[in-house]
Nanobody, 130 residues
């Protein structure tokens, strides 16, 4: 049984930082691209950042480039998203996505293709106050 569990969300002020974590079990973690997606109230789900199976390819939506960093530890089956200089417009529920098909494409391929991920976490709320 595959489980994808996010943690690390919370309420912060603009300019502060948060680190999201996602642990995935029951799947071949190091053979899967991983991704972070977010959905704000009244808006469509958006790809925030993706990383390929080995960690040497990453991709970001333009609005977070230079502020967010995605990384993974395949030995711990864990995905991270370091979010710095947070802005009120980053407020959303953040979802971890796992189990990519195909498995070995570059990170940019998955950023706009959430349907290529089979497994999703329950989401973690990030709220940034101004």
């Amino acid at each position: 049984q595959v489980q994808v569990v996010e943690s690390g969300g919370g309420l912060v002020q603009a300019g502060e930082s948060l680190r999201l974590s996602c642990t995935a079990s029951g799947l071949n973690f190091d053979a899967s691209a991983m991704g972070w997606f977010r959905q704000a109230p009244g808006k469509e789900r958006e790809g925030v950042s993706c990383i390929n199976y080995s960690g040497d390819s990453t991709a970001y939506v333009d609005s977070v480039k230079g502020r967010f960093t995605i990384s993974r530890d395949n030995a711990k089956n864990t995905l991270y998203l370091q979010m710095n200089s947070l802005k009120p417009e980053d407020t959303a529920i953040y979802y971890c996505a796992a189990g990519s098909r195909p498995a070995y494409y570059s990170a940019a391929y998955y950023l706009t293709r959430p349907g290529n991920f089979y497994y999703w976490g329950q989401g973690t709320q990030v709220t940034v106050s101004s």
